[in-house]
């Protein structure tokens, strides 16, 4: 679901969500792969069914409002099951197990695995870059936040990940959201009034840049004091995978709309 988890919001009409069947967003596009598959693992074969054609994916994604970019989700789909098929035997758990992508002994495991997915699946997970010297690979991130989470409460059924504290803040649309209604940024004017009045943030333009490097340092600067408090009364840190959840919920309570960018970044 990650290679597809991205812009649900339509323009036209203004800032209306992606429905079905009483879902909203990210939680409607999870109910069709819920719809179509139930409680099976889904195998590279069966994305590769959903992908025969452009007509299948569009109606395998159907709903009360219409799913924005699907074309770029259709190839993303194509190309992640092609991979996931030719390299990791058809199951995209074993991405995770492949020693590929572990660098033993290496505190930069997790850039090892963000990068690693960036080069196999390049139209997927490699485009997040706004340089030679600047990346965010967000719904990588994301990827590996959702799985360690659910590992840890698997009840031993999945392996967490051994140092979630190296993921980087996971900045979308709704985190920089978050921290402007907290009033830790504050938009200038002229974008302010962008934002709030729903003209579109266009794809690596510098606003859309600022927004997120101002929203990734914030979310470390946070980090570092929440776990210098935590360790003055002896509680044990948190990462960012539990900060970018709470951040992610207060964003969708902002008195502010978000951001709309037509991107697969996030």
Not at 35 to 64: P, Q, V, Y
Not at 116 to 143: E, M, N, T
Request: proline share 5%; charged share 25%.
């Amino acid at each position: 679901e990650s290679v597809v988890d991205h812009s649900f919001l339509n323009s036209k009409p203004r800032m209306q969500p992606y429905k079905v069947d009483g879902f909203k967003g990210s939680q409607a596009m999870a109910h069709c792969f819920y719809r179509r598959f139930g409680e099976k693992e889904i195998t590279a074969d069966d994305i590769l069914e959903i992908t025969e054609n452009f007509s299948d994916t569009e109606k395998f994604f159907a709903g009360a409002t219409s799913l924005p970019l699907l074309e770029e989700r259709f190839w993303n789909l194509r190309e992640a099951a092609k991979v996931v098929k030719r390299e990791f035997g058809g199951l995209p758990m074993e991405i995770l197990r492949s020693e590929d992508f572990v660098i033993e002994d290496n505190s930069d495991w997790y850039w090892g695995i963000l990068y690693a997915l960036a080069k196999k699946f390049p139209r997927a997970f490699g485009k997040d870059w706004y340089g030679l010297h600047l990346a965010f690979h967000k719904r990588a991130q994301l990827w590996l936040a959702l799985y360690h989470g659910r590992a840890v409460n698997s009840n031993g059924r999945l392996t967490p990940l051994k140092d979630p504290e190296n993921i980087g803040p996971i900045i979308d649309y709704r985190v920089p959201n978050a921290l402007r209604h907290l009033g830790i940024l504050e938009y200038r004017p002229e974008l302010a009034q962008r934002v709030d009045s729903y003209k579109i943030i266009h794809r690596h333009e510098r606003a859309e840049l600022e927004i997120r490097v101002a929203a990734s340092y914030a979310m470390i600067e946070i980090l570092n004091q929440i776990n210098e408090s935590r360790a003055e009364i002896g509680i044990n840190p948190i990462t960012m995978v539990e900060l970018d959840y709470w951040a992610y919920q207060r964003g969708k309570k902002s008195k502010y709309p978000p951001h709309l960018c037509h991107t697969t970044d996030y």
